[in-house]
């Protein structure tokens, strides 16, 4: 079974950068595709940010975050980040991290077999 740890987070300013990150702690980091979804105040529904595909060659971004947002994964390290850059304020939300063993297709909604524990992102104006 697969635990997926999360790290980061926190307030910033518009403009500024952040890097969140999430551990696995299960047997099957390296066969698992990741990825990161965000669920803003207000809304019920999670959306797709971007993800990464098991082996790490292949990524999908959000338009919203595309240009903006890096994924990557440190196999040694099990370990999947974010790093976030030019934020906004749009980008206020609770991040998620997911692992899933199929990489899936837009728009994503039925990705993630496990969840981490969310995470605040907070951009001040």
């Known amino acids: 079974q697969e635990q997926l740890v999360q790290s980061g987070g926190g307030l910033v300013q518009v403009g500024g950068s952040l890097r969140i990150s999430c551990v696995d702690t299960?047997?099957?980091?390296?066969?698992?595709?990741m990825g990161w979804f965000r669920r803003a105040p207000g809304q019920q529904e999670r959306e797709f940010v971007a993800v990464i595909s098991s082996n790490g060659a292949s990524t999908d971004y959000a338009d919203s975050v595309k240009g903006r947002f890096t994924i990557s994964r440190d196999e040694a390290k099990a370990t999947m980040y974010l790093q976030m850059t030019n934020l906004k304020p749009e980008d206020t939300a609770v991040y998620y991290c997911?692992?899933?063993?199929?990489?899936?297709?837009?728009?994503?909604?039925?990705?993630?077999?496990?969840w981490g524990q969310g995470a605040q992102v907070t951009v001040s104006a």
């Open positions: 299960g047997r099957f980091f390296l066969e698992d595709a």
């Open positions: 997911a692992a899933d063993s199929d990489y899936g297709a837009r728009p994503y909604y039925g990705f993630g077999e496990w």
